[in-house]
């Protein structure tokens, strides 16, 4: 019997932003009750170190650069892509988006969001990717009120989004093509999970399987928690009390499903997947004020690095028909390995030959002694946004993580040993320069292949791509 199949992903959640990860204060006790029940990996990784990026891979299993999302807000998802969901839809699957997209715009007519309106070449909703029911969004809306500007202040009294109470411009569009306007005020959450539940109610009553996924905004800016949740947190700042209860908030709606598969009866053949599309953003200590108070729980980097900070992210994947519970694997898995782990679920395989850059980990969530064969790569150009002086490549596969820039002579490799040395603070590179010359080779190899892909190479037909493949040289003249 084929699973149901729910993916929720928060956005800029951090690795230590979560209790069954040693949060503190933050309270999430029902994922922390979820995850006394799954396998939690404790070295699962975001497909890149922001948004967009992360979201192609976990519905594609190829990484972003192959179809040209480099970047938040770059490129668009291209139709030609196979996707999860429309793999899921061929195998009877009811498949339904929930939340953020950020993968192309969801409208053409009109200004919407960060791109909505704009050039119609990146009009790609979620209902062109395989999708039957959609509540989306095309990026960021305010944790609490979600259509309405938020009050949150700049240490100079300015109003940090604009003026308080007004249209915060980024709308809820249905599988129609149509501006949802109802139910949506108080916690943007449980708006969300307003909408999956009747989609998962319905799917069960009509037996099908289904695949739900949803992309709760939180905890990213603007970070807003409602009344009941900043009272959990009376002996902290304002900022924090905002931020833990934006999480606690989110940590709700996650109960709350949990609860409603328990109702219909599901639980034990639902496969969830929790995770975040990357670490959390800059702290407000280091942006001059703000409510960006997200944990990495020790790890070097945040948001926008391919450090263990800005990649590393809190997971965890419950299945009681399928996997053991209340276990932890220190094997690294990706979010690149999402959609082929869910088609060996489902008992099918990818529909073509095109290259997929991530693993089934059904077998190393079975057995922990189980071993990845195929690394994880990364290749982030960026740029001005580049925070901690993060490297632009990195690779793992297991023991080791190699971080370079590929058009230098070396001089920038890093290796760290991930066993021992999670916090990246001891470079061996020097102890192992062979290993460095084993990961530049492989890095070189996999560009080559993704340049391909990005030329068209994986597709029967000519698509733009939009973002051209921009080569790491170009980047440093810049």
């Known amino acids: 019997m084929k699973p149901n199949i729910v993916l929720i992903m928060c956005d800029d959640l951090g690795y230590g932003d979560v209790g ?247 639980t034990e053949n639902t496969l969830i997947w929790f995770c975040s599309d990357n670490g959390p953003e800059g702290r407000g200590d280091l942006q001059g004020g703000g409510r960006n108070q997200g944990q990495t729980g020790g790890l070097r980097g945040r948001k926008r690095s391919l450090y263990e900070g800005g990649v590393g992210v809190p997971t965890l994947i419950h299945w009681p028909a399928g996997l053991p519970q209340g276990e932890r694997r220190t094997v690294p898995g990706s979010t690149l390995d999402m959609l082929q782990t869910c088609c060996a679920a489902m008992g099918t395989e990818p529909p073509d030959s095109r290259p997929l850059d991530g693993i089934n980990l059904l077998p190393l969530l079975q057995d922990e002694a189980a071993q990845r064969d195929k690394p994880i790569p990364y290749r982030f150009l960026c740029g001005k946004d580049a925070m901690f002086g993060s490297p632009t490549f990195a690779v793992t596969d297991g023991k080791w993580k190699f971080l370079t820039n590929l058009d230098k002579d070396g001089s920038f490799d890093q290796l760290y040993d991930m066993e021992t040395d999670r916090g990246e603070r001891c470079n061996r590179i020097g102890d192992f320069p062979g290993l460095g010359e084993q990961y530049r080779a492989y890095l070189e190899t996999f560009l080559t292949s993704c340049r391909a892909s990005h030329s068209g190479d994986d597709y029967d037909e000519t698509v733009d791509m939009v973002t051209p493949f921009q080569e790491e040289r170009d980047w440093r003249r810049a």
């Open 20 to 266: 069954f990860n040693g949060a503190t204060p933050i309270q999430t006790p029902h994922l922390d009750a979820l995850a006394e029940k799954s396998v939690c990996m404790t070295r699962f990784y975001a497909g890149g170190p922001v948004c967009s990026p992360t979201r192609g891979t976990c519905l594609t299993g190829r990484h972003y650069i192959r179809y040209g999302i480099n970047h938040a807000n770059q490129g668009r998802l291209p139709v030609q892509e196979i996707t999860l969901a429309s793999i899921c839809r061929g195998q009877g699957y009811a498949t339904g988006h929930f939340g953020k997209w950020h993968l192309g715009t969801l409208t053409r007519e009109e200004g919407d969001g960060n791109r909505g309106g704009g050039d119609p070449r990146l009009y790609s909703p979620p209902w062109l990717h395989g999708f039957d029911t959609c509540f989306s969004t095309e990026s960021k809306v305010p944790t609490w009120d979600p259509m309405r500007t938020p009050d949150e202040q700049n240490p100079n009294g300015s109003y940090r989004w604009g003026e308080p109470g007004t249209p915060f411009g980024t709308a809820y569009w249905n599988d129609r093509g149509e501006r949802v306007t109802d139910n949506l005020e108080g916690c943007d959450c449980r708006v969300i999970m307003d909408r999956a539940e009747p989609f998962i109610r319905e799917a069960v009553e009509e037996e099908n399987p289904f695949l739900s996924v949803i992309w709760f905004h939180a905890p990213h800016t603007p970070v807003v928690a409602g009344p009941e949740w900043l009272d959990l947190y009376p002996d902290c700042s304002e900022e924090e009390r905002h931020y833990y209860g934006c999480v606690s908030a989110m940590d709700a709606q996650v109960g709350r499903l949990t609860c409603l598969l328990d109702e219909l009866g599901v």
